[in-house]
């Protein structure tokens, strides 16, 4: 037998459809008009152009704003699980610029009931494109689950409208056409109103619900504690349908659910709720009855559940049906506490592959095909396997064989190397990429794996340490950092679908270094006064959201100096931590909170509040209107380029004094925060600058970071030599970074540190500090920074020795003293 297991992860249903891959026929696609015969239906294929037509489908007729006539119709041939669209306007080889603002979207079954579908809040509308050329991708949420999808343009009078459409998702396996539930109630928990309908029911809504499917059959699985919801800022309930007991003489609910065809069932899985301190519990009994022709069958599936009354975890249960058929199948649910209450149902489906199947007859002939094939590609995998293993044992005898003429060949590389990038360094021309084989590789795109940093240094003769210190040095970078000094996060890189053909990438946030410390109690803050306002970043383990704060001033009770007022939200970053983070995440997660609650001072981010009293867990700090440093001076264009002289530059010192004063607060705590650039620096108003920790989770910045040996993530640019082959983070390396910090700033973030430097040549333009011989290549002298804080301040921040750096306590006192000047 084949087990057909029907259960929905939203974020893996994003596969396209075919409307642009072709899969999807001509015949399938239709509409309610055409313009010509050049923009019928089947050219309303979203990124698709094969000479014929003019690229997109147009109605005939101008759609209305309240009439919605016209329409762009897809038939998928059988029910699918749509999570996403996509939509596209028509270019035409600059012939034609025509696309949607606006659209809705109606979907069927069965052809003949439509629904119109709706977010969770009731909105309608979609915003569609702003351009003819970009593809822009809109999640269902809830998703759909249709045959039948019809666009359907919203636009004024005076604008032609042209669209091109793919639809993402997977096949919807079981079949359920509809299902037939009570109305769900209402409970009034501790004065809170709970509500526990089936808000987004695309069926008939009485007394009792028909001809429709909602929330048991979104995907969405409800949380232990029903008062909350995985959906942000739903009502309390919301992912739960629910019924009172008091409500039923008979002590059941009764579910019909309906299918397209007669099937094979072998169990049922229901999510259930188990609260039982307020009253909550999964079902006593369930008694299911089938149905495959106009009656039902007589003899029932009755299932008890063993009674759990001791964890109160939310949980699927499943209903073994022992492989009856049917087309119908009707549920009684009996209580066995006050109230009973469901989440999601799912249906498991037997497929007889060798025997005679009562809803279809399966060709011999194509299971013999079928069969082959299964063979042939386990014998070609075996193959592959097999060469894979061989390559691996040659591998490991080569490297053998080959590593002392590396160790011997690598500190004439390293000469070669520096000789050719301080060339073209020092040349006003500029030649092709070179190649390198070099140990370190841009994250983009991920390729082999990479030498720790130390091994370089160790080939390098001046480097005069013994043995047994350098293989401790391996050893703790193999764990992250030196003993004694913060280990750097190591990230993962998170895929997230934009089309068809291209992804974008996002990095995990790094957590700012943590020291031991007593606890320092934060407030908890409501969830539901937060607003989403923008993604920030996203990582394996968590994402940083940009939000609105309501009554965030009168919830503290002492003054932060927070630029706001009480009449207006206070704009905020939120960091969460997903609920499927491990253990040592979680850990990590708490103790930053600890140590950034501690940290006091006007130039340091402050963490404001908490939201830990249930997952997802959340911290809550400041973020400045005019966002972080590094854009808004690349966004700060001079009048005229003239410009950038004493006037500017003055400007500018203040804000790398601000930066100073903070990381001089940071340093008199021994924090090493090993991430300092201007993207982690935020700008308020009066230019008032905040040192931050998140600019490494925002896909903006992915460029500034580069992967080590398939694992650390290391903003090598801004790094100093012993941090890059050692492993090494103090306060001086700190002190590298501002020096490096500083150039941005004077040079208003026009360029990246080293742009004329690939990234193996900065990681071998180390190995020159190292060296000391003068062959190493400094940043240049920005144009609009005085010559006293080029030669006497930022030359001295990439000192080699690392004592002879300043420290930020001299750093600040210098930048102010330029400033008076």
């Given at each position: 037998f084949c087990f057909a297991i029907v259960n929905v992860f939203l974020?893996?249903?994003?596969?396209?459809?075919?409307?642009?891959?072709?899969?999807?026929?001509?015949?399938?696609?239709?509409?309610?008009?055409?313009w010509s015969e050049s923009t019928a239906a089947r050219f309303g294929r979203l990124d698709f152009d094969n000479g014929d037509g003019d690229g997109a489908w147009c109605p005939g007729i101008t759609s209305e704003t309240d009439g919605l006539k016209e329409y762009l119709q897809v038939d998928l041939r059988s029910l699918h699980f749509i999570t996403l669209v996509g939509t596209q306007g028509r270019h035409a080889d600059g012939m034609g610029n025509e696309f949607a603002q606006r659209y809705r979207i109606n979907y069927s079954r069965d052809g003949s009931n439509w629904a119109g579908w709706h977010d969770r809040k009731g909105r309608q509308v979609i915003e569609g494109n702003r351009n003819a050329y970009d593809v822009v991708l809109k999640d269902l949420e809830p998703p759909i689950i249709a045959r039948f999808v019809r666009f359907l343009p919203v636009t004024d009078h005076s604008m032609i409208v042209c669209m091109r459409v793919e639809l993402y998702g997977c096949e919807w396996l079981d079949g359920l056409m509809s299902y037939s539930i009570p109305d769900g109630h209402q409970m009034i928990f501790r004065g809170l109103d709970v509500y526990f309908n089936d808000s987004v029911y695309d069926g008939a809504t009485a007394e009792r619900l028909t001809r429709g499917l909602g929330q048991l059959t979104d995907g969405t699985w409800g949380l232990d504690d029903f008062l909350h919801s995985h959906i942000y800022s739903m009502w309390p309930g919301y992912d739960y349908v629910g019924w009172n007991n008091k409500s039923f003489p008979k002590g059941y609910v009764e579910m019909i659910f309906e299918f397209d065809h007669v099937r094979n069932f072998t169990s049922m899985k229901v999510h259930c709720n188990n609260m039982y301190s307020r009253g909550v519990r999964m079902f006593r009994q369930a008694t299911c009855y089938f149905r495959s022709g106009p009656d039902w069958e007589a003899d029932p599936v009755t299932f008890r559940p063993t009674a759990d009354r001791v964890s109160q975890?939310?949980?699927?249960?499943?209903?073994?049906?022992?492989?009856?058929?049917?087309?119908?199948?009707?549920?009684?649910?009996?209580?066995?506490?006050?109230w009973m209450l469901f989440s999601e149902v799912l249906f498991q489906l037997s497929f007889d592959l060798t025997g005679d199947d009562?809803?279809?007859?399966?060709?011999?002939?194509?299971?013999?095909?079928?069969?082959?094939?299964?063979?042939?590609?386990?014998?070609?995998?075996?193959?592959?396997?097999?060469?894979i293993l061989w390559r691996q044992v040659w591998q490991k005898m080569l490297e053998k064989a080959s590593r002392r003429m590396l160790d011997d060949e690598l500190t004439a590389r390293l000469a070669v190397q520096t000789q050719a990038?301080?060339?073209?360094?020092?040349?006003?021309?500029?030649?092709?990429?070179?190649?390198?084989?070099?140990?370190?590789?841009?994250?983009?795109?991920?390729?082999?794996?990479?030498?720790?940093?130390?091994?370089?240094?160790?080939?390098?003769?001046?480097?005069?340490?013994?043995?047994?210190?350098?293989?401790?040095?391996?050893?703790?970078?193999?764990?992250?950092?030196?003993?004694?000094?913060?280990?750097?996060?190591?990230?993962?890189?998170?895929?997230?679908?934009?089309?068809?053909?291209?992804?974008?990438?996002?990095?995990?946030?790094?957590n700012i270094n943590?020291?031991?410390?007593?606890?320092?109690?934060?407030?908890?803050?409501?969830?539901?006064?937060?607003?989403?306002?923008?993604?920030?970043?996203?990582?394996?383990?968590?994402?940083?959201?940009?939000?609105?704060?309501?009554?965030?001033?009168?919830?503290?009770d002492e003054d932060l100096s927070i630029e706001g007022n009480n009449e207006s939200p206070l704009l905020v970053a939120v960091k969460t931590l997903r609920e499927d983070a491990n253990k040592n995440a979680r850990?990590?997660?708490?103790?930053?909170?600890?140590?950034?609650?501690?940290?006091?001072?006007?130039?340091?981010?402050?963490?404001?509040?908490?939201?830990?009293?249930?997952?997802?867990?959340?911290?809550?700090?400041?973020?400045?209107?005019?966002?972080?440093?590094?854009?808004?001076?690349?966004?700060?264009?001079?009048?005229?380029?003239?410009?950038?002289?004493?006037?500017c530059s003055r400007k500018l010192i203040r804000m790398a004094a601000q930066i100073a004063s903070g990381m001089k607060y940071l340093s008199s705590l021994n924090f090493v925060h090993r991430d300092l650039a201007t993207r982690n620096c935020l700008v308020g108003k009066n230019y008032t600058i905040k040192i931050a920790d998140f600019g490494m989770s925002r896909n903006l910045y992915r460029g500034d970071y580069y992967r080590i040996q398939g694992r650390a993530v290391l903003p090598i640019r801004w790094m100093s030599w012993e941090s890059i082959l050692l492993g090494k983070f103090t306060m001086a390396s700190d002190v590298w970074a501002f020096g490096v910090t500083l150039w941005e700033i004077l040079t208003l973030c026009e360029e990246q540190p080293y742009s004329q430097l690939s990234d193996e040549q900065v990681i071998e333009n180390t190995g020159e500090f190292f060296r000391d011989q003068g062959k190493q290549v400094y940043l240049p002298k920005p144009a609009c920074c005085p010559d006293k804080v080029y030669n006497d301040l930022m030359l001295s921040c990439w000192r080699r020795n690392a004592k002879q750096r300043p420290s930020f306590q001299e750093i600040h006192t210098q930048l102010m003293e330029n400033d008076k000047h």
């Open positions: 974020e893996m249903c994003r596969y396209p459809l075919g409307m642009t891959g072709g899969q999807i026929q001509d015949e399938d696609i239709s509409a309610s008009s055409q975890i939310a949980r699927f249960v499943t209903v073994p049906l022992g492989d009856r058929t049917a087309s119908s199948i009707k549920c009684r649910f009996h209580f066995s506490d006050l009562p809803t279809h007859k399966v060709d011999d002939s194509n299971t013999r095909i079928l069969i082959g094939c299964l063979v042939a590609i386990i014998a070609i995998l075996l193959t592959i396997i097999v060469i990038f301080s060339s073209h360094h020092s040349s006003s021309s500029s030649d092709g990429d070179s190649t390198s084989n070099s140990t370190y590789e841009r994250i983009f795109p991920l390729c082999a794996d990479y030498q720790e940093p130390s091994r370089l240094i160790r080939k390098l003769p001046e480097f005069a340490q013994s043995t047994e210190h350098l293989e401790k040095t391996d050893k703790a970078l193999a764990n992250g950092g030196l003993e004694g000094a913060p280990h750097y996060a190591e990230a993962d890189i998170i895929s997230l679908q934009e089309s068809s053909d291209s992804s974008t990438y996002s990095i995990t946030a790094v943590l020291f031991a410390g007593t606890d320092s109690s934060m407030k908890e803050f409501p969830r539901h006064k937060l607003t989403f306002k923008e993604k920030l970043g996203e990582g394996q383990f968590g994402e940083v959201h940009l939000c609105e704060a309501e009554g965030m001033l009168d919830f503290l850990n990590d997660f708490l103790k930053e909170i600890r140590i950034m609650s501690r940290l006091r001072d006007p130039n340091i981010v402050r963490l404001l509040a908490v939201c830990v009293d249930t997952d997802p867990l959340c911290m809550i700090t400041e973020y400045m209107e005019n966002g972080d440093l590094n854009q808004f001076l690349y966004r700060t264009e001079p009048e005229e380029k003239e410009e950038k002289s004493m006037v």
